[in-house]
């Protein structure tokens, strides 16, 4: 069993739409928590950085944590064409950037 | 112009053939990466280097090896190329001064081992 899961998608939705993004992970010991998005063709880019429980906004963008379950998501309001990518999520146990753990990634489709 | 540069872009090798991926970055970070991306496993890292003295084994770094030739420069290199190393290679870099240590990637080298 992988240590972080993720739905790979691809997941459509409609312009405007709330999009749900999520993981599931088995190692307790992570603590730092990471989104990020990958156009076709291009290097991932961080999104959201989130350390522990919790929630941080920016923008359009949510990322939740709940360590008690071992799920994190990302939340996507009012979604757009632009938002069609690639989202991995990453998470360590340390903080440092050598020992981050991704998903596989979900692939997202905004249609118009 | 981009801040973390990798060439080529893409490649075409055939087996047992030595190839060599570059890596440059002009935002000053002591930290590089080199990982590889395969469809159903997402990104895995194969070394990293916290200095030009520093390099390190990641979880998948058999049949490879790296120069860091100084510490804008990072390079990759397979010393014997195989099928199953065809996949997205991506280099990445980082700066340990920062409190949240974002990774920055690069484009990314499409390469095709025959």
């Known amino acids: 069993q992988k240590e972080v899961e993720q739905d790979p998608g691809p997941l459509s939705v409609p312009e405007g739409a709330i999009v749900s993004l999520n993981c599931t992970y088995s190692n307790s010991a992570f603590q730092y928590f990471m989104w990020y998005r990958q156009y076709s063709r291009k290097g991932p880019e961080l999104l959201m950085y989130?350390?522990?429980?919790g929630n941080k906004e920016d923008g359009r963008f949510t990322a939740q944590v709940d360590k008690s379950s071992k799920y994190i998501s990302l939340f996507i309001r009012d979604s757009q064409p632009s938002d069609s990518a690639t989202y991995l999520c990453a998470m360590s146990a340390t903080g440092t950037a050598s020992k981050l753990t991704f998903g596989t990634g979900t692939r997202l489709q905004v249609t118009l | 112009d981009a801040d973390v540069t990798q060439t080529p872009r893409n490649r075409i090798t055939k087996t047992g053939k030595r190839i060599m991926l570059e890596c440059s970055q002009t935002k000053g970070h002591d930290r590089m990466y080199w990982y590889r991306q395969d469809p159903g496993l997402g990104l895995r890292l194969i070394y990293y280097?916290?200095?030009?003295?520093?390099?390190n084994k990641g979880e998948i770094s058999d049949g490879y090896s790296v120069s860091r030739q100084a510490q804008a420069k990072f390079s990759l290199s397979l010393e014997s190329a195989i099928p199953n190393q065809t996949a997205l290679y991506f280099c990445a870099t980082s700066d340990r001064r920062t409190s949240e240590e974002t990774q920055y990637f690069g484009p990314g080298t499409r390469l095709l081992v025959l």
């Open positions: 280097s916290f200095d030009v003295k520093d390099i």
């Open positions: 989130t350390y522990s429980s």
